[in-house]
Each structure stands twice: as C-alpha cells, then as structure tokens.
C-alpha cells in the first residue's frame, strides 16, 4: 500500500462543509476543517456585537422611561397631575426592538 493511499483511508473530512479534511491532528476533537472554523468565528463575533447593541438600546429605553416617570412625578400639584403621567408613561410600550435572542436581519 502506498503513503498517500493510506493517507486517504485515514483523513476525516468536515462534518460541516464535506469537502475539506477537518483541522487539527488527530487529538484535535473539533470536525471542522479551517474555513469552515474562521467562517463560524467570525459570525459569532459578530452576532454577539449585534446582541450588545440590542441590549444597550433596551437598556436605553428602559432608562429613558425611567427617567421620564421620575421626572413627571415630581410635579405632583400642577394640572396634568404628575402621577398619572408618570403610571402612563410606564405603560406605554416602548420603539419595537427586536429581542436579544432574536436572529440578525
């Protein structure tokens, strides 16, 4: 038998893709070959900066209500009654955001 017949036999080919022989010796447990990891890498970096900006525009928003109600609260004697704008303004739902665990556009 010769080297590269033997080679052929041996060589695990990604589960991924099927066309790449996986990355990594033969202690390495991930099936992946290569392109198929960078591809992966890259698109969980970027899927994780997209769930950041999520949750810091819903913190945002929950803030600004926040902030809002306790402005409002503060001017309890006038005549738009402060407390009730403030309940208001705490129900109102806030811009549609999608939620963190939502896929990207």
Not at 29 to 37: D, M, V
């Given at each position: ?27 390495d ?17 970027e899927t994780l ?25 503060q001017?309890?004697?006038?005549p738009?009654?402060g407390n ?19 896929k990207?556009?």
């Open positions: 038998m010769f080297y590269h017949e033997r080679m052929a036999e041996t060589a695990k080919m990604c589960t991924k893709c099927k066309k790449n022989p996986k990355a990594g010796g033969a202690d447990t991930n099936p992946w070959c290569q392109p198929c990891r960078t591809a992966y890498q890259r698109e969980r970096s900066e997209w769930r950041a900006e999520r949750r810091g525009i819903i913190r945002g928003i929950q803030a600004m209500r926040e902030a809002v109600s306790t402005y409002f609260s001017w309890n004697s006038r738009f009654m009730e704008i403030a309940a208001t303004v705490l129900e109102l739902p806030g811009p549609a955001v999608a939620p963190e665990d939502a990207r556009p």
